[in-house]
T-cell receptor, first 111, second 116 residues
Framework: DTAVSQTPKYLVTQMGNDKSIKCEQN?????MYWYKQDSKKFLKIMFS???????INETVPNRFSPKSPDKAHLNLHINSLELGDSAVYFC??????????FGPGTRLTVT | AQTVTQSQPEMSVQEAETVTLSCTYD???????LFWYKQPPSRQMILVIR??????QNATENRFSVNFQKAAKSFSLKISDSQLGDTAMYFC?????????????FGKGTRLSVIA
């Protein structure tokens, strides 16, 4: 069984479109995260949710809107996509002070 | 704010040899955790090893071990008997431990190539 899954794994779209990435974890963890990995491989936190509640929102354009319908799911919706949004987006989950488990990543390419 | 610095963008090692990847960090926290993650070409993030700051003993996991120097804020990763499958990006990461689940702060990574 996959611990943290993301769909889709690849997403190619045009500027101005709206797209969503979905994440699910079956580990029973309380906290979920979205990270962005840029073209230079640098990983940075975007959002963090604990028990469906947003607890961290880094400096991210408000075109990005996370949604957590329940503890096991955290989705990322992106409006009006821009070229600079091209990156790999990772979902992760953790349970109090333990390591974070990452999904396989979604490579988003905006043309 | 915490920062993590990996000063070696790229390294290479011969198969079966030993290599050490460097990591330093800056924090005013007293309770924290440090990690090394591996990202092979498949792009999956894989936990290699974890160290609690309150533990003096260095963590080890099979061929992987760390040299944790708390006063110097240094956390290097040693890979013994390097294998071709160790070829990957390696990220050092910091997590505050005082408030439960907090995000990881990553270094910029070291690209390791293991040469046959």
């Amino acid at each position: 069984d996959t611990a943290v899954s993301q769909t889709p794994k690849y997403l190619v779209t045009q500027m101005g479109n709206d797209k969503s990435i979905k994440c699910e974890q079956n580990l029973g963890h309380d906290t979920m995260y979205w990270y962005k990995q840029d073209s230079k491989k640098f990983l940075k936190i975007m959002f963090s949710y604990n028990n469906k509640e947003l607890i961290i929102n880094e400096t991210v354009p408000n075109r990005f809107s996370p949604k957590s319908p329940d503890k096991a799911h955290l989705n990322l919706h992106i409006n009006s996509l821009e070229l600079g949004d091209s990156a790999v987006y990772f979902c992760a989950s953790s349970q109090a002070r333990y390591e974070q488990y990452f999904g396989p990543g979604t490579r988003l390419t905006v043309t | 704010a915490q920062t993590v610095t990996q000063s070696q963008p790229e390294m290479s090692v011969q198969e079966a040899e030993t290599v050490t990847l460097s990591c330093t960090y800056d924090t005013s926290e007293s309770n924290y955790y440090l990690f090394w993650y591996k990202q092979p070409p498949s792009r999956q993030m894989i936990l290699v090893i974890r160290q609690e700051a309150y533990k003096q003993q260095n963590a080890t996991e099979n061929r992987f071990s760390v040299n944790f120097q708390k006063a110097a804020k240094s956390f290097s990763l040693k890979i013994s008997d390097s294998q071709l499958g160790d070829t990957a990006m390696y990220f050092c990461a910091f997590m505050k431990g005082s408030s439960g689940n907090t995000p990881l702060v990553f270094g910029k990574g070291t690209r390791l190539s293991v040469i046959a």
